[in-house]
């Protein structure tokens, strides 16, 4: 899980590459750095540390030329150090590579390399078996030797590669890691993801499974497995540059929060068709395929499995077909029963979680229609998919997601209407309440954000906690969920989510005096009960902070605290209640110092198991 960049062309690359580094920081940041060839052969630079401790060591002048690499890593062979950060090189210094991913096989390369071929490995890492393979091959031609090289690597990969001899010429290759070109004017690039590149070109290839690359200056080919030259379309870039930027926020992740209204209307607005009927571009299941499905599967990981608890009581309700929500990497290992009638839903921000991607994958197999919903257009994911459904978040650059996650939840809504009409299971009154409903949400939650004053003083208040409850019922145990991994994430507090019936099977144990609950409370026919919880915990010596609509002022009667939310009906509150929830989580880790965007042990894109 790294990011890489190459750069070939008539400038120079350092700049360039740092560019392209600095903007997938998101990606990997425990250690950098980049190779160029200086015109005195290729010279390496790397350390421990992100993209800022990389300059510190980049400065001098001396340190440029017209082609280089560049690498962002989160460790996953070795742990953050100087010889384990890439770029990697063959023993004779001839070849230099960065990779993202893993390579399954490294040890047998490795062992191999070192009995035959004497060679004598610097790192822990099993990219650096990449550099040695490479090298071995290397007879002056480097297109051969990676095509060699790639043939003894099994795993997932984005390799970037450069030869001392042949700096007129970088080789790339792809296998189930992202991989993009950016087609500049005599610059051309390599990127693990468009932001890399956008700074200097909007005109992009995206690099399809096991296709390799050849980049010169004025020249770019893509050639498919078997080595046969493909052509392909430039998919030119609309969204903003400054999308991918902090633009005057201190965090990405404050800024993300902030979009919020804009992303959701942008997912929901152009999907719903002058006649208030929703329209699904990238789907096609038509009446016939719904009424053939009898089971669905909703699979993915952390913040996106939320979103599909969600989606399961949306599609039951609305479509009466049985969804089961799964962790995508419990799927894979389970023998799930799947079969053609089965609906596999994917739900995924980057398009290349490794663990969903395989559970898709083996859905697929076993004969299951796909259905993705994805933010990034082009993805491992999208592309794996027999319907794609973008979320239109545009960039999530902060680790913690927020609004790729009500943009995900909009996305169940509308599947789930989308289907529901198809098969007749929903009145067109019913189904036009809901859709009123979902569009008043990105005004509502303007008017939330404009005020969140009370929500800093919550966080100025209880910081300091060491552990944390998020209970709720209904339709707030998917967002009690989210508000619980969206806070433990970025500030390291130890909280916990649970639906609020089953407390008193077992966690209730854990409540004692000044334990801090947050008591999820949006949905009115539930709420009588949810009070009852309230004053269950309370008694145990509970400090409660109850979060509901602004019409529910009964509440203050039993919580110690409130967060009031703009009402809405009980269905789309989801889509409302968790934003104060990434406020506070966001808040409280500014407060507790931690590096908000981009928290310890964790990167943005999880592309191993
Ligand atoms: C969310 O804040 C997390 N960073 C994480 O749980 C994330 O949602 C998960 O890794 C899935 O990522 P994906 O949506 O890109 O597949």
Redesign the pocket.
């Known amino acids: 899980m790294c990011g890489i960049i190459g750069f070939i062309g008539k400038d120079k690359a350092k700049e360039s590459l740092y560019d392209g580094l600095k903007s997938m920081e998101y990606r990997g940041y425990d250690s950098a750095g980049m190779a160029i060839n200086t015109g005195h052969g290729i010279e390496v630079r790397k350390q421990i540390g992100g993209v800022e401790e990389l300059a510190a060591i980049i400065e001098d002048s001396d340190f440029d030329g017209n082609v280089g690499i560049g690498h962002i890593r989160w460790a996953t062979h070795g742990v953050p150090s100087t010889p384990n950060a890439h770029p990697h090189q063959s023993q004779n210094k001839e070849i230099a590579i960065v990779h993202n991913g893993i390579i399954e096989n490294y040890i047998e390369i490795k062992e191999w390399l070192i009995k035959e071929h004497n060679i004598e490995f610097l790192s822990e890492t099993d990219s650096e078996v990449i550099a040695q393979l490479i090298g071995i091959f290397y007879e002056g031609d480097l297109l051969k030797a990676v095509n060699k090289a790639v043939e003894q690597m099994r795993g997932a990969y984005a390799i970037a590669v450069m030869a001392n001899s042949e700096p007129d010429k970088l080789i790339a290759v792809r296998k189930d890691a992202p991989l993009i070109v950016g087609l500049g004017e005599s610059n051309n690039f390599i990127a693990s993801d468009i932001p890399a590149v956008l700074k200097h070109t909007r005109d992009i290839y995206l690099i399809e499974n096991n296709e390799t690359v050849l980049l010169k200056e004025n020249e770019v080919k893509i050639f498919d497995g078997e080595g046969k030259e493909v052509s392909r379309e430039i998919f030119h870039v609309t969204w903003d540059a400054s999308a991918a930027e902090k633009g005057g926020y201190e965090h990405f992740m404050i800024k993300e929060i902030m979009e919020q209204p804009h992303a959701i209307a942008e997912t929901l607005n152009q999907r719903i068709n002058e006649d208030g009927e929703v329209s699904l571009d990238g789907i096609n299941l038509s009446e016939e395929d719904i009424n053939n499905i009898n089971k669905i599967y909703i699979v993915?990981?952390?913040?996106?499995?939320?979103a599909g608890l969600t989606g399961k009581y949306l599609i039951e309700k609305f479509v009466k077909i049985p969804v089961e929500v799964d962790i995508?990497s419990e799927f894979r290992y389970r023998e799930p029963l799947v079969d053609d009638k089965t609906l596999f839903i994917?739900?995924?921000?980057?398009?290349?979680?490794l663990?969903?991607l395989e559970a898709l994958r083996e859905a697929k197999r076993q004969g299951a229609r796909i259905l993705s919903v994805?933010?990034?257009v082009g993805s491992s994911?999208a592309r794996d998919s027999d319907d794609v459904f973008y979320t239109w978040a545009g960039p999530e650059i902060?680790?913690?997601?927020?609004k790729?996650?009500t943009t995900?939840l909009v996305c169940m809504y509308l599947i789930a209407l989308y289907m529901a009409t198809k098969k007749k299971s929903i009145s067109k009154e019913e189904r036009a309440r809901i859709i009123s409903e979902l569009q008043s949400v990105p005004a509502k939650l303007e008017s939330l954000l404009e005020n969140v004053d009370h929500i800093k003083a919550l966080a100025d208040k209880y910081y300091e906690r060491e552990s944390v409850f998020f209970i709720g019922r209904g339709l707030d145990v998917g967002a009690s969920y989210?508000a619980s991994?969206?806070l433990k994430?970025?500030s390291y507090i130890n909280s916990m989510a649970i639906a609020a019936g089953e407390l008193k099977h077992g966690s209730i144990a854990l409540v004692e005096d000044g334990t801090l609950i947050f008591t999820l409370a949006s949905q009115d026919k539930l709420f009588e009960k949810t009070l009852s919880n309230i004053e269950e915990v309370k008694a145990r010596g509970a400090e409660v902070i109850g979060v509901t609509k602004d019409t529910n002022l009964v509440i203050e009667k039993k919580a110690d605290q409130v967060i009031y939310v703009p009402a809405a009906t009980d269905e789309v509150m989801p889509l409302i209640t968790v934003v104060p929830m990434q406020l506070f989580a966001y808040y409280v880790a500014k407060n507790r110092g931690t590096n908000v965007d981009q928290?310890k042990n964790?990167?943005?894109?999880?592309t191993v198991e």
């Open positions: 993915a990981c952390g913040t996106a499995y939320h995508a994917a739900i995924s921000q980057s398009g290349e979680t663990d969903t994805v933010n990034v994911v902060s680790v913690a997601s927020t790729a996650y995900q989210e991994l969206k994430e970025i928290p964790l990167a943005k894109s999880v």
